[in-house]
């Protein structure tokens, strides 16, 4: 379809280049009403570059043009300010062949031209597991990056170790309370501090060990902080696995500071004029980038505010080759993207190189119950946990479902539901369907031919499929570039709907050998672009059910 809608863009601005002489980017668009048309063009929209000349008379100079098409359009005519093209059947049945002709790379294209990108996603503090917030980024930043390299991107997926800044240190705080309170003592945890059970039962096993017993209360907390960040890492590394998220990069906040030290940050800064002193801070002009107030740099007291990790570790990312970067941040950052795009001008590159995806709340509903969560109370739902109940492609379509910007309401019931109630339960069983009805044919003897006789596919429904089957890389470029990528979810509820209505009604393997072969080729579509659609999204396509 994206073929079509090119081909009939550059058919109306040769008609309107070589009768009028103007140049005009004509919009074609796919109507959605199927009376109007397989697609549809506003032509009174390109009007106003005309001059001295009717406006009938300019479009039937389109019409004239487009109705010579006749391999392509079986009618071509003209409502109002509207052409609307109806597709000849044999054409369009025709280009389905396409679909298995490129098989696992239909809906691929190569529009990124291998410009390297790096998008950093979850990032969450090692400070305990990752709740669902981060798990839904964790789908969104996987599928984003899948999305990429099927569309000709060089896209990787990087996690950045928060393990320099306070709230790991907080981490080592809490942890050395939590050391006492095993030793018999009565103590108070800060009030920023994290509560956790899971934190007793990590350090539980130095309860009765001299050598940390000896130890001072600084090097205590040192020690369980450096402690406690490995196995937190190593915790949520393997929920994001078993959840089938997998990473290129792991970067420590602590070696990207090594190599580019907060002194080295602020004394480049200072000698491109970015950053000034006032009333005993230090400043960056965050302002000159279109943020609406200059931030704090280096506090009063000496200390830095992340803007300054934040700036070695974006410069770190271009240095590394990368030429455009998209931080996917969670819904208590968006304060945070006019000062990020600033340290990428400040650095001297194009802050647009920077993209920035804001992935909403998430809030689990179980039977009509709002469940409510706090990290540092301990009171959280974890990936973990939510995996245990619900399975894994469950949650991932979920969690891809909605826009990115958009909160979501977590039907857990839902989810767990083996019924074509659930949404990739119902997706799932029409690529099941397919599998029994490959395997039926064959068990009748019927072996599938390359190119059966596809003008036999007479129906509506069957035309139905063929566009929307004809559509998909138009939705996967979207979900690409756009970033839409919830698109992709309802894609594909919006193909099984179609299959399973078409199912429904229709028998695939009839006493006509020929119409039998035409629609077997139908299913093996379907069943090329569900699996297709499947692997970007990262849910399993199961052959029975």
């Known amino acids: 379809?994206?073929?079509?809608?090119?081909?009939?863009?550059?058919?109306?601005?040769?008609?309107?280049?070589?009768?009028?002489?103007?140049?005009?980017?004509?919009?074609?668009?796919?109507?959605?009403?199927?009376?109007?048309?397989?697609?549809?063009?506003?032509?009174?929209?390109?009007?106003?570059?005309?001059?001295?000349?009717?406006?009938?008379?300019?479009?039937?100079?389109?019409?004239?043009?487009?109705?010579?098409?006749?391999?392509?359009?079986?009618?071509?005519?003209?409502?109002?300010?509207?052409?609307?093209?109806?597709?000849?059947?044999?054409?369009?049945?025709?280009?389905?062949?396409?679909?298995?002709?490129?098989?696992?790379?239909?809906?691929?294209?190569?529009?990124?031209?291998?410009?390297?990108?790096?998008?950093?996603?979850?990032?969450?503090?090692?400070?305990?597991?990752?709740?669902?917030?981060?798990?839904r980024a964790a789908a969104v930043g996987d599928v984003l990056v899948k999305l990429l390299n099927f569309t000709g991107y060089n896209a990787d997926a990087e996690f950045y170790i928060n393990d320099a800044g306070r709230q790991v240190k907080m981490l080592g705080i809490s942890a050395e309370k939590r050391y006492e309170e095993m030793l018999g003592k009565t103590v108070e945890i800060p009030e920023d501090g994290y509560r956790g059970e899971y934190i007793k039962d990590y350090i539980r096993e130095f309860a009765d060990d001299e050598k940390v017993r000896t130890l001072d209360e600084k090097e205590r907390i040192d020690f369980f902080k450096d402690y406690l960040i490995e196995e937190m890492v190593k915790w949520q590394r393997s929920s994001l696995e078993r959840f089938g998220v997998r990473f290129k990069n792991w970067l420590s906040e602590k070696t990207i500071l090594e190599k580019f030290s907060i002194q080295a940050v602020v004394d480049y800064l200072k000698s491109r004029g970015e950053v000034y002193e006032k009333d005993g801070a230090l400043w960056f002009s965050t302002t000159k980038y279109g943020d609406d107030k200059d931030r704090v740099f280096i506090k009063q007291d000496g200390t830095h505010t992340y803007i300054v990790s934040d700036a070695s570790y974006h410069k770190n990312k271009f240095e590394r080759g990368y030429e455009h970067l998209i931080d996917i941040l969670g819904p208590d950052h968006h304060g945070d993207i006019m000062r990020l795009k600033a340290v990428v001008g400040a650095f001297g590159y194009n802050p647009d190189a920077l993209e920035i995806i804001i992935v909403q709340q998430v809030t689990l509903v179980s039977r009509g119950e709002k469940k409510k969560m706090s990290k540092r109370a301990g009171k959280f739902i974890t990936l973990d946990s939510l995996l245990k109940s619900v399975n894994k492609d469950a949650v991932r379509f979920f969690f891809l479902m909605r826009k990115t910007s958009a909160h979501l309401d977590f039907d857990v019931e839902l989810a767990k539901t083996l019924s074509l109630e659930n949404p990739v339960y119902y997706i799932q069983y029409c690529y099941a369907r397919t599998f029994n009805i490959l395997n039926f044919a064959k068990e009748k003897g019927i072996v599938p031919v390359e190119l059966p006789d596809l003008s036999l596919l007479r129906e509506e429904q069957e035309r139905e499929i063929a566009k929307l089957i004809l559509g998909f890389p138009e939705v996967v470029l979207d979900a690409s570039v756009k970033r839409e990528i919830h698109k992709l979810p309802y894609y594909l509820l919006s193909l099984s709907k179609s299959f399973h209505s078409y199912y429904q009604k229709n028998r695939v393997v009839t006493d006509n050998e020929k119409l039998t072969q035409a629609r077997l080729f139908l299913v093996r579509v379907v069943k090329q672009v569900l699996k297709n659609g499947f692997d970007l999204i990262g849910v399993s396509a199961p052959e029975r059910m």
């Open 1 to 135: 379809m994206l073929y079509l809608k090119a081909e009939i863009k550059e058919a109306i601005k040769k008609t309107c280049k070589d009768r009028f002489g103007i140049s005009i980017e004509p919009a074609v668009v796919v109507p959605s009403r199927s009376e109007h048309g397989d697609f549809s063009c506003n032509i009174s929209s390109l009007f106003s570059e005309v001059s001295g000349l009717s406006f009938d008379k300019f479009a039937e100079a389109i019409l004239s043009d487009l109705k010579k098409r006749e391999e392509i359009f079986k009618r071509v005519v003209r409502v109002g300010g509207y052409i609307n093209f109806f597709l000849c059947d044999k054409y369009l049945f025709g280009q389905l062949r396409h679909t298995l002709e490129q098989g696992n790379r239909f809906g691929s294209s190569d529009v990124g031209c291998g410009k390297r990108i790096l998008v950093e996603f979850v990032s969450a503090n090692p400070t305990g597991p990752l709740n669902v917030v981060s798990a």
